[in-house]
C-alpha cells in the first residue's frame, strides 16, 4: 500500500518531468537549426567590422597625409608670400631712388678757380 501511495504521489512528478523533457527537447532542437546560422552571421559581421576597420585606418592616414601636404603647401606659400613682399619693396625703393633721381635739378658746375670772383678771405701774395 506504501508503494502505491508513493506511486501515486510520484506520477505527477513524472509526468511534469516528462512535459520539461519534451521542452527541452524541442529547445535543443531548435538550438541545433537556430545556433550554425547565427553563428556564421556573427562571424561575417565581425570580418565586415574588421574591414570597415581596416578602411577607416587607411582612411585616417590618407587624410592625415593630405593634412602634412596641405601644411607643407601653406609653409611654402608663406615663404614666397615675404619673398615677394621683399622683392616689392625692393622694387618701390628703386622706383623712388629712380624717380628723386629723374627730378632732381642738375648740380651745378663748379667754377675754376681762375674765374672765381674774390669773397675777401683770400691772402693776397
Do not use: C
Not at 531548435?30 to 587607411?58: C, K, M, Q
Amino acid at each position: 500500500m506504501s508503494l502505491t501511495a508513493v506511486l501515486m504521489a510520484a506520477l505527477p512528478a513524472f509526468r511534469d518531468l516528462a512535459r520539461a523533457s519534451r521542452s527541452a527537447e524541442k529547445l535543443f532542437d531548435t538550438l541545433r537549426r537556430e545556433f550554425p546560422p547565427t553563428l556564421e552571421a556573427i562571424r561575417l559581421t565581425g570580418l565586415e567590422i574588421t574591414e570597415l576597420t581596416d578602411e577607416l585606418n587607411e582612411g585616417v592616414a590618407k587624410a592625415s597625409q593630405t593634412a602634412q601636404q596641405v601644411d607643407k603647401s601653406l609653409t611654402t606659400v608663406r615663404h614666397q608670400a615675404r619673398r615677394v613682399n621683399i622683392g616689392t619693396r625692393s622694387v618701390i625703393a628703386g622706383i623712388q631712388a629712380a624717380w628723386g633721381t629723374f627730378n632732381r635739378r642738375p648740380a651745378p658746375k663748379p667754377v675754376p678757380r681762375d674765374r672765381q670772383l674774390p669773397t675777401g678771405r683770400e691772402r693776397s701774395p
